[in-house]
C-alpha cells in the first residue's frame, strides 16, 4: 500500500488548499483516520502512526478491526450501524490495541463523510489518546486522601469548585498557566468568571443536572487575555473540605477541533473548485467505484452523474482492462505513478471522442482530468490531408516548373551555339570587305565597317556569357576545401589588365576557408570584382575592400567600392540577366555576370543582397553556409 498523496488539480487554487489541509492534518496529535462504510482504512495521519505505531502503508487497507481487542469487536458494528443512519458519535471512551498490542484508552469521535449529492461515502473517525487522562482520574479516585499530590502532578489542567457557589476551591499550576491567572485571582472567581457571557446560563443548569454523577463535554473557556479556547471537561462529585464540591480536568481541543472544521472546509472548497473547472474531473477509489464526477466528466463521457458515481469504471465502460487507459489508471491506483495520455473512447451511439488525460494519485485513489480534444483531432486530421494535398500540388508544379527550366537551359544554350555561326561569318565577312576595298572607302564608310566589328565583338561575348551561364546551370557542385583568400588574391592578379595605370587601394580582411565549388566560387569573385573595378574608375583614388564576418551558420562576404553606386529603389533589378542600371557607353557589360554570381551562390544554399547609394559606392554581399564536413 502507498502512503496518501497530496491532489493536485491542474489549478495552483486547489493545490495551495489541500496543502493547507495536509499541514493541519499532519501536525495534529490526534489520529485522524478515514474509511471506508465497509471498515477498510482509507487514510493515516501521523498521528494515527503516533498513537498506534503502524505507519501508513501498513495501515491503508487493512480493517480497521486491527485496532481492537477481541472482546471490542462489536463496537465497530454498532458504530458502522449508526453512521450508516448519519448519526455522529462524539467522545465515545474505549479501549483500543496498539500494534505492539499494548491496550490504550482512547476517546473517540466518528462522523459520516457525506458527499454534495448526500451519499454516505465514507466514515471520518477521530482518535485522542486518553490514557494520561484516565490513568488521572484512576489515581484521583484511587487515593481520594492524597488528591493534593495527583491534583498537582497532573499534565492537564485542573481544579476544584463548590457546586453551591461555584467558587473555585482549589487549581494546579497546569491550570494557572493555561489561563494566565495568579493563584490567587483563580481562587477569588467563580467558574463562571472562565466563560463567555453567553454560556454561563447552560453552565448553571447543567451543574445542577449533574450533582451526583460524573460527566464529560465540550465547552468554551476563556483566559485572562479574553482569548477563547475549546475544551474537553472532564467532571466528577467529591468532597473536599467537607463540602460538595466537583473536581475538573480540562484538556484544550482549540487545535483539534480547529483541523475538523478545516477539514470540512478544505472538503467544501476542493469540490467547488472541480464543480466549476472547465475540464472534467473524476476521482476512482480504490474499489475501482467513482467517488466524484464533475458536470463537465459527466458530459464528457455522455452518462448522468448517478450513472457514474458508485458504479465501477468496469460496469459503465465494459471491457475497459483491456485498454491503454485501464493500464494506466492501475499503475498510478497500486503503484501511485502519475502519468498523461491521449486516448479515444467510444460511445453507445457509435461514435467516438479524443480526450487528453492527465492521471494522479490521490488519497482515495485516482485523480483524473480530462479535456475533450475530439474537435481537435479532427482539425488536425483536416490540416494533414490539406497538407498532403499540398505537397502533391508543390511537388507536381516544381517537377514542371524544373522540366521548364531544362527546356529553356536547353533553348537558350542551343540558341547561343547556333547565333555564333553567323555571328562569325557576318564579322568574317565585314573583315574582308575592309581589307578589299582599303584606301578607297572614306572615313563615314569605315566608321561603318568598325562599327559592325565592333557590334559583332560585344555579341559573341555576350553569347560566351550566356554559354557560360546556362552551363553553370547544369553543372554538379563539386565542394572541397577552399582558401577565400587565395580566390581573391588570384582574381586581384587576373585584373591587372584592367587595373595597370591606375590608382586603386586594396583592402583585405581576415579570409578564412570555407567549403565551396572553387571554380565556380572564383566566377563569383573574379565578377564582382571586376564590377568594382569598372565602377569605380572614374574615380583618382579608388578604393575597394573585402571583408569577411561569421553569422549564426553561414559565413559572410562583403566587397565594397567607392564608385559611382547605385539607387536602391533598383536594388531588385541587379541580380537579373540583361539587367543594367548603367548605359553601354558609360560603362561596357553584357548584364549576366551579377546573375550568374546569384545563380552559384544559389547553387551552393547560400543568399545575395547588395546596398549602394548613387555617387557614394556600392557593396555586393554574398554568403556561403558553414563548413560542416571538415
Known amino acids: 500500500m502507498g502512503k496518501p498523496q497530496t491532489m493536485t488539480v491542474g489549478g495552483k487554487l486547489s493545490e495551495e488548499l489541500l496543502l493547507r489541509y495536509a499541514a493541519i492534518i499532519e501536525g495534529t496529535d490526534d489520529a485522524i483516520i478515514g474509511k471506508t462504510l465497509g471498515g477498510i482504512i482509507t487514510s493515516w495521519n501521523p498521528g494515527a502512526e503516533r498513537i498506534f505505531g503502524y505507519r501508513a502503508e501498513e495501515a491503508i487497507g487493512e480493517s480497521v478491526l486491527i485496532l481492537f481487542p477481541r472482546e471490542r469487536v462489536d463496537e465497530e458494528i454498532e458504530i458502522l450501524q449508526k453512521v450508516s443512519r448519519g448519526e455522529r458519535v462524539s467522545n465515545f471512551e474505549t479501549v483500543r490495541k496498539r500494534k505492539d498490542g499494548t491496550l490504550i484508552d482512547v476517546s473517540v469521535t466518528v462522523s459520516p463523510l457525506i458527499d454534495l449529492s448526500g451519499q454516505i461515502v465514507g466514515v471520518s473517525k477521530i482518535v485522542r489518546d486518553i490514557t494520561p487522562l484516565k490513568r488521572a482520574e484512576e489515581d484521583l479516585q484511587r487515593r481520594a486522601e492524597e488528591y493534593t499530590l495527583a491534583f498537582n502532578e497532573s499534565p492537564l489542567p485542573m481544579w476544584i469548585f463548590d457546586i453551591d457557589s461555584l467558587s473555585f476551591l482549589a487549581v494546579n499550576d497546569e491550570a494557572l498557566m493555561a489561563y494566565g491567572y495568579s493563584r490567587d485571582e483563580f481562587l477569588a472567581m467563580t467558574i463562571k468568571d472562565i466563560r463567555p457571557p453567553e454560556d454561563v446560563g447552560s453552565l448553571v443548569a447543567n451543574v445542577r443536572q449533574v450533582v451526583s454523577r ?345 566587397v565594397r567600392d567607392n564608385g559611382v553606386g547605385f539607387d536602391m529603389k533598383y536594388v531588385d533589378k541587379l541580380f537579373g540577366v540583361f539587367q543594367r542600371l548603367h548605359d553601354d557607353e558609360e560603362f561596357k557589360g553584357t548584364g549576366i555576370g551579377l546573375a550568374n554570381v546569384r545563380r552559384i551562390i544559389s547553387r551552393h544554399g547560400g543568399r545575395t543582397w547588395a546596398e549602394g547609394k548613387v555617387g557614394e559606392g556600392a557593396s555586393f554581399y554574398f554568403s556561403i553556409p558553414s563548413a560542416t564536413g571538415y
Open 214 to 558: 460524573a460527566d464529560q463535554g465540550t465547552w468554551r473557556h476563556r483566559r485572562k487575555d479574553g482569548t477563547i479556547i475549546t475544551v474537553e471537561v472532564t467532571s466528577r462529585p467529591i468532597q473536599f473540605n467537607g463540602k460538595e464540591a466537583r473536581l475538573v480536568l480540562a484538556n484544550d481541543i482549540t487545535s483539534r477541533r480547529r483541523a475538523e472544521e478545516a477539514l470540512v472546509s478544505a472538503e467544501h472548497r476542493y469540490r467547488d473548485v472541480l464543480d466549476n473547472m472547465m475540464e472534467g474531473c473524476q476521482i476512482i477509489g480504490f474499489d475501482w467505484r467513482y467517488i466524484y464526477v464533475n458536470d463537465v466528466a459527466a458530459a464528457q463521457r455522455r452518462k448522468r452523474k448517478s450513472e457514474l458515481v458508485e458504479h465501477s469504471v468496469m460496469e459503465v465502460y465494459p471491457g475497459i482492462e483491456r485498454t491503454e487507459m485501464f493500464a494506466a489508471l492501475r499503475r498510478c491506483m497500486e503503484s501511485r505513478i502519475a502519468s498523461a495520455m491521449e486516448t479515444a473512447l467510444s460511445f453507445d451511439d457509435w461514435t467516438t471522442g479524443w480526450f487528453r488525460l492527465s492521471i494522479e494519485p490521490v488519497e482515495d485513489g485516482v485523480f483524473v482530468l480530462s479535456q475533450d480534444i475530439t474537435h481537435e483531432k479532427k482539425d488536425a486530421e483536416e490540416l494533414e490531408k490539406y497538407r498532403s494535398h499540398l505537397e502533391e500540388l508543390v511537388s507536381a508544379r516544381t517537377a514542371a516548373l524544373e522540366d521548364v527550366n531544362k527546356e529553356l537551359e536547353a533553348f537558350s544554350y542551343s540558341v547561343s551555339h547556333d547565333l555564333r555561326t553567323p555571328l562569325r561569318h557576318i564579322d568574317g565577312f565585314a573583315g574582308l570587305l575592309a581589307r578589299k576595298i582599303e584606301g578607297t572607302l572614306d572615313q563615314e564608310s569605315r566608321k561603318y565597317l568598325d562599327s559592325i566589328r565592333t557590334a559583332c565583338k560585344g555579341m559573341w561575348t555576350l553569347i560566351e556569357d550566356l554559354i557560360d551561364f546556362s552551363r553553370n546551370a547544369r553543372m554538379e557542385i563539386a565542394k572541397s576545401k577552399v582558401s577565400a583568400r587565395a580566390l581573391f588574391d588570384r582574381a586581384i592578379i587576373e585584373l591587372e589588365g584592367e587595373t595597370r595605370g591606375r590608382k586603386i587601394e586594396w583592402n583585405l580582411g581576415p579570409l578564412p576557408e570555407i567549403e565551396a565549388d572553387q571554380r565556380l566560387l572564383y566566377l563569383v569573385v573574379l565578377n564582382l570584382l571586376s564590377n568594382a573595378v569598372k565602377y569605380s574608375s572614374k574615380r583618382e583614388d579608388a578604393v575597394i575592400t573585402i571583408q569577411h564576418s561569421k553569422g549564426d551558420d553561414e559565413d559572410i562576404f562583403v
